[in-house]
């Protein structure tokens, strides 16, 4: 009976901003935040790209 009012007031947490995200800003290699530069996602962290020809 414990566990299940744990679990119902976790269920009550809002979603923060991070989670609602879209995981695509993101960097698939290590996980920071991608920046705009033009018409690209840049990672400032290990040089990954996505050109905007990537998302079609």
Known sequence: ????SAY???AA????AV???HHSRFCPT???RLEDSRCKL??????YFL???DFY
């Open 8 to 10: 119902e007031s976790d």
């Open 1 to 4: 009976m414990a566990n299940e």
């Open 19 to 21: 989670e609602s995200e």
């Open 51 to 53: 050109s905007c020809a």
């Open 42 to 47: 840049v990672c400032r962290t290990c040089g």
């Open 30 to 32: 290590c996980s920071s």
């Open 13 to 16: 947490c809002p979603i923060s």
